[in-house]
């Protein structure tokens, strides 16, 4: 788990200058090493967290001048040693035992194509000497990111937006199309757009090739259509439901490979539960598990330490409980903000990184629930979908923040170009190869929301204080079983409903039957007080009102109602606004 980053110039030499700027803001990323390689005109640059081959002989950039091949990459290929074994029977020689050199080999052999047989969360670029060919490349589900920057003669990559602004010569003007993107989706914004025109983000699951003459190509190696297949027809559910506990046992026990200390986020919910229970019938014992909680704000609990109590007791963890009262976690925002690659009003992002900074001074790695909902249909928004026939409408309905109407009200007029969030809806259903209304919407919230929001929220907080994240849940081996399995079985009775009964074998039924919880910090829902002094004066702020991104009059109805104007998910319009401006402010656009 490291920061990545470099420039390749296609009219002279690359300008180390500007990305060991981008190196230096990349630090938390990687606090144990740095590095830089030159090769005339493409520049790399890298910050290491040391968690597989803690030697030097890890360090990146990598090269290796016998194959012609240099790289900076960015997360674990968890079966590094298995791919490893498989080159050196054909011949290749190692010096280190990283993960990243398994990486660099597997190029030489079989090309940009190797990722198909990656199983692991990555980002990375290659360079070919010979060629001056330049490959970027993202994992399947989008873990790892990956951000650039193209003007004339020039591109720029890096694992995070702020660094790229640190390198100069950005177009910072806002993008309305991603905007509107933000404003409806919660603030989760599909590829390859951010909110600003001068940066784009690769999507997952492909890889991007430059060649010397800076022509630029794509390919998207791996896709999942949600749905039921013929095949599977013999399958009942308990097929399913031992399929589901097999596949993600084999998922949590990839990702323990590491040379240092690993962990568990464990929230009392369903699923880090089952991660805990899962490593526990691995032989796993003396596991380090962490939790954190939250004052209650207007009657909503800010902690569910009563079920993570009861798994931790259960399994016997090493448990650590993390109560942070509200004055932390005022404190804590700006830090919280100025982590986000692009900015995120999931208003648990403070927690992650309150937790995180806990949990780095025990372990370097951790385990995590994420993406489980979207896997296996756990949200309150997908039974509405099934037998939906008109699933736009009702997706919209259920999901967006604010209607078009509303974004007229919320936007200045010249942002406001197209109903932008409705448009990509349409297009993103019709393209859809999955033939019902639920498994579209499943295969929307896994290929495009979860991106967006959880999955880029738990890397930046946890990145921010060199703290690795693992998510089993996205394995891409699950992620396509789960695609099989009928949505009935996955959106009955609330939801996860075939995870819930895969995990009645290994978990108390107390916690999987309870209610659905969240990761809450009531005092970013029902903002009031200190907090609302923060978001006033974020918004009061010169350059907010020269920006001019909100009409003033929708501000200040805001400001006047923060409670009486949420959103369909319950989330905070006033922060989601404030969010953004204070994104903008911290990071010096």
Same mark, same amino acid.
């Given at each position: 788990?490291?920061?990545?980053?470099?420039?390749?110039?296609?009219?002279?030499?690359?300008?180390?200058?500007?990305?060991?700027?981008?190196?230096?803001?990349?630090?938390?990323?990687?606090?144990?090493?740095?590095?830089?390689?030159?090769?005339?005109?493409?520049?790399?640059?890298?910050?290491?967290?040391?968690?597989?081959?803690?030697?030097?002989?890890?360090?990146?950039?990598?090269?290796?001048?016998?194959?012609?091949?240099?790289?900076?990459?960015?997360?674990?290929?968890?079966?590094?040693?298995?791919?490893?074994?498989?080159?050196?029977?054909?011949?290749?020689?190692?010096?280190?035992?990283?993960?990243?050199?398994?990486?660099?080999?597997?190029?030489?052999?079989?090309?940009?194509?190797?990722?198909?047989?990656?199983?692991?969360?990555?980002?990375?670029?290659?360079?070919?000497?010979?060629?001056?060919?330049?490959?970027?490349?993202?994992?399947?589900?989008?873990?790892?990111?990956?951000?650039?920057?193209?003007?004339?003669?020039?591109?720029?990559?890096?694992?995070?937006?702020?660094?790229?602004?640190?390198?100069?010569?950005?177009?910072?003007?806002?993008?309305?199309?991603?905007?509107?993107?933000?404003?409806?989706?919660?603030?989760?914004?599909?590829?390859?757009?951010?909110?600003?025109?001068?940066?784009?983000?690769?999507?997952?699951?492909?890889?991007?090739?430059?060649?010397?003459?800076?022509?630029?190509?794509?390919?998207?190696?791996?896709?999942?259509?949600?749905?039921?297949?013929?095949?599977?027809?013999?399958?009942?559910?308990?097929?399913?439901?031992?399929?589901?506990?097999?596949?993600?046992?084999?998922?949590?026990?990839?990702?323990?490979?590491?040379?240092?200390?690993?962990?568990?986020?464990?929230?009392?919910?369903?699923?880090?539960?089952?991660?805990?229970?899962?490593?526990?019938?691995?032989?796993?014992?003396?596991?380090?598990?962490?939790?954190?909680?939250?004052?209650?704000?207007?009657?909503?609990?800010?902690?569910?330490?009563?079920?993570?109590?009861?798994?931790?007791?259960?399994?016997?963890?090493?448990?650590?409980?993390?109560?942070?009262?509200?004055?932390?976690?005022?404190?804590?925002?700006?830090?919280?903000?100025?982590?986000?690659?692009?900015?995120?009003?999931?208003?648990?992002?403070?927690?992650?990184?309150?937790?995180?900074?806990?949990?780095?001074?025990?372990?370097?790695?951790?385990?995590?629930?994420?993406?489980?909902?979207?896997?296996?249909? /756990? *949200?309150?928004?997908? #039974?509405? +979908?099934?037998?939906?026939?008109? @699933?736009?409408? %009702?997706?919209? =309905?259920?999901?967006? &923040?604010?209607?078009?109407?509303?974004?007229?009200?919320?936007?200045?007029?010249?942002?406001?170009?197209?109903?932008?969030?409705?448009?990509?809806?349409?297009?993103?259903?019709?393209?859809?190869?999955?033939?019902?209304?639920?498994?579209?919407?499943?295969?929307?919230?896994?290929?495009?929301?979860?991106?967006?929001?959880?999955?880029?929220?738990?890397?930046?907080?946890?990145?921010?204080?060199?703290?690795?994240?693992?998510?089993?849940?996205?394995?891409?081996?699950?992620?396509?079983?789960?695609?099989?399995?009928?949505?009935?079985?996955?959106?009955?009775?609330?939801?996860?409903?075939?995870?819930?009964?895969?995990?009645?074998?290994?978990?108390?039924?107390?916690?999987?039957?309870?209610?659905? /919880? *969240?990761?809450?910090? #009531?005092? +970013?829902?029902?903002?009031?007080? @200190?907090?609302? %002094?923060?978001? =006033?004066?974020?918004? &009061?702020?010169?350059?907010?009102?020269?920006?001019?991104?909100?009409?003033?009059?929708?501000?200040?109805?805001?400001?006047?109602?923060?409670?009486?104007?949420?959103?369909?998910?319950?989330?905070?319009?006033?922060?989601?606004?404030?969010?953004?401006?204070?994104?903008?402010?911290?990071?010096?656009?």
């Amino acid at each position: 788990m490291c920061g990545i980053c470099g420039e390749i110039s296609f009219d002279g030499p690359a300008d180390p200058a500007a990305v060991q700027a981008m190196v230096g803001c990349l630090r938390a990323r990687g606090p144990d090493g740095e590095g830089l390689f030159g090769s005339g005109r493409v520049v790399f640059g890298h910050r290491r967290l040391k968690i597989i081959d803690l030697s030097e002989a890890g360090q990146q950039p990598m090269v290796d001048p016998g194959l012609g091949l240099a790289i900076v990459f960015n997360g674990c290929i968890y079966n590094f040693r298995a791919l490893r074994a498989e080159l050196e029977a054909k011949g290749y020689v190692f010096f280190s035992t990283s993960d990243t050199e398994v990486v660099l080999k597997a190029y030489h052999a079989w090309g940009p194509a190797c990722v198909e047989r990656f199983y692991g969360m990555f980002a990375f670029a290659v360079l070919e000497r010979d060629s001056g060919r330049v490959v970027l490349a993202r994992d399947r589900l989008g873990v790892k990111p990956l951000y650039y920057s193209a003007v004339k003669g020039r591109f720029r990559f890096a694992s995070s937006l702020p660094a790229l602004l640190a390198a100069g010569d950005v177009d910072t003007a806002i993008d309305p199309a991603a905007l509107h993107h933000y404003m409806s989706w919660h603030a989760g914004v599909p590829a390859p757009l951010t909110i600003l025109k001068g940066v784009r983000k690769l999507a997952p699951a492909t890889i991007l090739t430059l060649e010397k003459d800076g022509t630029r190509h794509e390919k998207t190696y791996w896709t999942v259509t949600i749905g039921p297949r013929e095949a599977d027809r013999g399958m009942t559910e308990a097929d399913w439901r031992d399929a589901v506990l097999e596949t993600l046992g084999t998922a949590v026990e990839r990702r323990q490979v590491a040379d240092v200390p690993t962990g568990v986020l464990l929230s009392g919910g369903l699923d880090s539960s089952l991660l805990v229970a899962l490593l526990a019938r691995n032989g796993q014992t003396g596991l380090k598990t962490f939790s954190v909680g939250f004052d209650a704000v207007n009657g909503v609990e800010g902690d569910e330490f009563k079920y993570s109590d009861i798994i931790a007791r259960t399994f016997e963890t090493d448990h650590t409980k993390v109560a942070v009262d509200g004055s932390r976690t005022l404190e804590a925002l700006p830090a919280a903000i100025a982590a986000m690659a692009e900015p995120q009003m999931s208003h648990d992002a403070v927690a992650f990184l309150l937790l995180s900074q806990e949990v780095a001074k025990h372990v370097t790695v951790i385990q995590s629930g994420q993406g489980a909902d979207e896997v296996f249909g /756990g *949200y309150h928004w997908y #039974p509405k +979908l099934m037998g939906s026939a008109n @699933p736009v409408s %009702d997706y919209a =309905r259920a999901y967006f &923040d604010r209607d078009h109407d509303e974004m007229r009200e919320a936007l200045a007029p010249d942002l406001v170009n197209g109903d932008y969030s409705t448009a990509y809806l349409e297009a993103f259903f019709a393209d859809s190869k999955s033939a019902s209304a639920i498994d579209k919407t499943l295969q929307l919230d896994q290929q495009i929301m979860m991106v967006g929001d959880p999955v880029k929220r738990v890397d930046n907080m946890t990145m921010a204080c060199g703290l690795e994240a693992r998510v089993p849940f996205l394995d891409h081996d699950l992620a396509e079983l789960a695609a099989r399995i009928p949505a009935d079985l996955k959106v009955r009775d609330g939801g996860k409903y075939i995870l819930k009964e895969a995990a009645r074998a290994v978990v108390p039924a107390e916690v999987i039957d309870r209610k659905k /919880g *969240y990761f809450p910090v #009531p005092a +970013l829902k029902h903002i009031r007080g @200190p907090f609302l %002094d923060f978001v =006033r004066d974020v918004l &009061d702020r010169p350059e907010a009102r020269a920006r001019g991104i909100f009409n003033r009059a929708y501000v200040d109805h805001l400001l006047a109602d923060p409670d009486g104007t949420l959103t369909p998910k319950g989330n905070s319009k006033l922060w989601q606004v404030a969010l953004l401006e204070s994104w903008l402010q911290t990071h010096g656009v």
